[in-house]
């Protein structure tokens, strides 16, 4: 019999189960055995770069969009031709985001199959909203209503109109994109050769962002993912932004009058789009097993299986566009954050400025909470110049 390894972003234990239920139908179908490997997306890319370092990586990987181009460049991963992803569909078939992320900036081959997507969202108050005399099809519909809409949550005695972390989180770079984009922003030339980020209207949109700590309570320093999560969920908060994923398992554990009255919205910029594509490492001695095995999880049952566990879409537009997904209108929303949202391009610093920016961003949280009427733009520019030149050395050294 034939053997894989399959390394997989960490989900809970029963969800794992049934995914390794699915493989052993494969197995029955194929027989191929498929080693299933949990990864937890927090260290899942030091275990992926020293696999690609050193050689001894797994047959196939589900890796985060952004991760592609660096695996590239380390030459740990297969490229896919027209005939070996023969069954897959067509271009067009897929989220245009979920596709670019698969291809590389000059080069035509296809070093991955999309997979999973996911977009930001917010998540709002209804009841709230209309307390404050405020309409939901408004609210949001700038990033200058978006702030009048929080003012005026707080000042009809909302404690804490806006929830979202403050501490050193990725979230945080994917939530401040879509003000950087919606400000005209941006964080590098389509090239890769100029860093944008430090420049006029990126800026704008990086405070616009920080500007809404002042929305956040009591106690916004403490703000964790979970615990930033948990307040609105738990009907201490009025608005916060996060992705599909996480409304399932909410909605199964929120108060009653937390979900009767829950909202779904647009976020004023293009939304974040990320998640998950499946590549083949070069090192395996099994290519065509490997390939069988993405034909599998590619499939429209195991794709809807990864849905319901993950929270994901498929990154198939029909697929996608069929779900339902809670409501019709919140279906659309999802689908048209997918579609008009952005991510980022596969060029060879990606993933090394996602890393770097996501540390920085962390900081300047530390020093606007704790210096809440100091200059923003002069923290802004103490924290993010250093790292545009210390960026400048690492990419054109």
């Given at each position: 019999?034939i053997?894989?390894?399959?390394?997989?972003?960490?989900?809970t234990?029963?969800?794992?189960?049934?995914?390794?239920?699915a493989?052993e139908?494969f197995?029955?179908?194929?027989?191929?055995?498929?080693h299933?490997?949990?990864?937890?997306?927090?260290?899942?890319?030091s275990?992926i770069?020293?696999?690609a370092?050193?050689g001894?990586?797994?047959d196939?990987?589900e890796?985060?969009?952004s991760w592609?181009?660096?695996?590239?460049?380390?030459?740990?991963?297969m490229g896919?031709?027209?005939?070996?992803i023969s069954?897959?569909?067509?271009?067009s078939?897929?989220?245009?985001?979920a596709?670019?992320?698969?291809?590389?900036?000059?080069?035509n081959?296809?070093?991955a199959?999309?997979?999973?997507?996911?977009?930001r969202v917010?998540y709002?108050?209804?009841?709230?909203?209309?307390?404050?005399?405020?309409k939901?099809?408004?609210?949001?519909q700038?990033?200058s209503?978006m702030?009048d809409?929080?003012?005026r949550?707080?000042?009809s005695?909302?404690?804490?109109?806006w929830?979202?972390t403050t501490?050193?989180?990725?979230?945080?770079?994917h939530?401040i994109?879509?003000?950087?984009?919606?400000h005209g922003g941006?964080?590098?030339t389509?090239?890769g050769?100029h860093l944008l980020?430090?420049?006029?209207?990126?800026?704008?949109?990086?405070a616009?962002?920080?500007?809404l700590g002042?929305?956040?309570?009591?106690?916004?320093a403490?703000?964790?993912?979970?615990?930033?999560y948990?307040?609105f969920w738990g009907?201490q908060?009025?608005?916060t932004m996060d992705?599909?994923?996480?409304?399932p398992?909410?909605?199964?554990s929120?108060?009653?009058?937390?979900?009767?009255?829950?909202?779904?919205?647009?976020?004023?910029?293009?939304?974040?789009v990320?998640g998950?594509?499946?590549v083949v490492?070069?090192?395996t001695?099994?290519?065509?097993?490997?390939?069988?095995?993405?034909?599998?999880?590619?499939?429209?049952?195991v794709?809807?299986?990864?849905y319901r566990?993950t929270?994901?879409?498929p990154?198939?537009?029909?697929?996608a566009?069929?779900?339902e997904?809670?409501?019709?209108?919140i279906?659309?929303i999802?689908?048209?954050?997918?579609?008009?949202?952005?991510?980022w391009?596969?060029?060879?610093?990606?993933a090394?400025?996602?890393?770097r920016?996501?540390g920085t961003?962390g900081?300047?949280?530390k020093?606007?909470?704790?210096n809440?009427?100091?200059?923003?733009?002069?923290?802004?520019h103490?924290h993010?110049?250093?790292?545009?030149?210390?960026?400048k050395?690492s990419?054109n050294?």
């Amino acid at each position: 019999m034939i053997e894989l390894e399959f390394t997989v972003m960490a989900q809970t234990p029963e969800k794992l189960a049934e995914l390794q239920v699915a493989l052993e139908t494969f197995e029955r179908r194929t027989r191929i055995h498929v080693h299933l490997t949990p990864l937890k997306w927090g260290t899942a890319w030091s275990e992926i770069v020293s696999a690609a370092i050193h050689g001894h990586g797994p047959d196939v990987s589900e890796v985060g969009t952004s991760w592609v181009t660096d695996l590239v460049g380390m030459s740990a991963l297969m490229g896919l031709s027209k005939q070996t992803i023969s069954g897959l569909g067509k271009q067009s078939e897929y989220m245009e985001q979920a596709w670019r992320s698969c291809i590389i900036l000059g080069d035509n081959t296809l070093w991955a199959v999309p997979w999973l997507s996911g977009a930001r969202v917010l998540y709002y108050r209804r009841d709230w909203l209309e307390k404050a005399g405020l309409k939901p099809e408004t609210a949001f519909q700038s990033f200058s209503s978006m702030q009048d809409t929080l003012a005026r949550l707080q000042a009809s005695g909302c404690a804490r109109p806006w929830s979202i972390t403050t501490q050193t989180s990725l979230n945080t770079l994917h939530h401040i994109a879509s003000w950087v984009w919606g400000h005209g922003g941006d964080f590098f030339t389509p090239d890769g050769k100029h860093l944008l980020f430090t420049e006029e209207k990126a800026l704008n949109g990086i405070a616009a962002y920080f500007s809404l700590g002042q929305y956040l309570g009591s106690d916004p320093a403490e703000l964790s993912d979970a615990r930033a999560y948990d307040l609105f969920w738990g009907g201490q908060a009025g608005v916060t932004m996060d992705g599909l994923w996480i409304l399932p398992e909410r909605k199964a554990s929120s108060p009653a009058e937390v979900i009767q009255n829950l909202g779904v919205g647009l976020v004023p910029g293009p939304s974040f789009v990320g998640g998950s594509n499946l590549v083949v490492w070069k090192n395996t001695v099994r290519p065509e097993a490997a390939l069988e095995l993405i034909r599998f999880l590619t499939s429209p049952d195991v794709l809807m299986l990864c849905y319901r566990t993950t929270g994901l879409l498929p990154a198939r537009r029909d697929l996608a566009q069929s779900l339902e997904i809670d409501t019709p209108e919140i279906r659309s929303i999802f689908n048209t954050a997918l579609e008009t949202g952005r991510s980022w391009p596969n060029l060879s610093f990606a993933a090394l400025l996602e890393n770097r920016l996501t540390g920085t961003l962390g900081s300047i949280w530390k020093d606007v909470l704790a210096n809440p009427k100091s200059d923003l733009f002069g923290i802004l520019h103490e924290h993010l110049d250093l790292l545009e030149k210390r960026l400048k050395i690492s990419i054109n050294p």
